[in-house]
Nanobody, 124 residues
Framework: QVQLVESGGGLVQAGGSLRLSCAAS????????MAWFRQVPGKEREFVAA????????DYTDSVKGRFTIYRDNAKNTVYLQMNSLKPEDTAVYYC?????????????????WGQGTQVTVSS
């Protein structure tokens, strides 16, 4: 099994920055892709960004391109999401996910492991 623990959420004003962290433990050798999703009440979970564990491939949803950066520290088994120029519409619970597949998928149903989520609130 793989365990994922997120941290770094909080309250920030519009235009500010936050960095989310996702630490993986357990059978991390199974992981090929790490991703961030977000969800607001009443809406489906939305893909935000993903990175391959070994090759450095990344992908982002259009609404965060140029503002968010996903990167990893393999030595720490940790993936980060640097969020800059935050907007009120970025407010959501952010979830870390891990996938054994090699491709980057945008659907949450493709991912095998999930963290508990961390709240990000952006005030206007």
């Amino acid at each position: 099994q793989v365990q994922l623990v997120e941290s770094g959420g909080g309250l920030v004003q519009a235009g500010g920055s936050l960095r989310l962290s996702c630490a993986a433990s357990g059978r991390t050798f199974r992981i090929n892709v790490m991703a961030w999703f977000r969800q607001v009440p009443g809406k489906e979970r939305e893909f935000v960004a993903a990175i391959s564990w070994s090759g450095g491939r990344t992908d982002y949803t259009d609404s965060v391109k140029g503002r968010f950066t996903i990167y990893r520290d393999n030595a720490k088994n940790t993936v980060y999401l640097q969020m800059n120029s935050l907007k009120p519409e970025d407010t959501a619970v952010y979830y870390c996910a891990a996938d054994r597949a090699y491709n980057i998928y945008f659907s949450g149903s493709e991912y095998d492991y999930w963290g508990q989520g961390t709240q990000v609130t952006v005030s206007s």
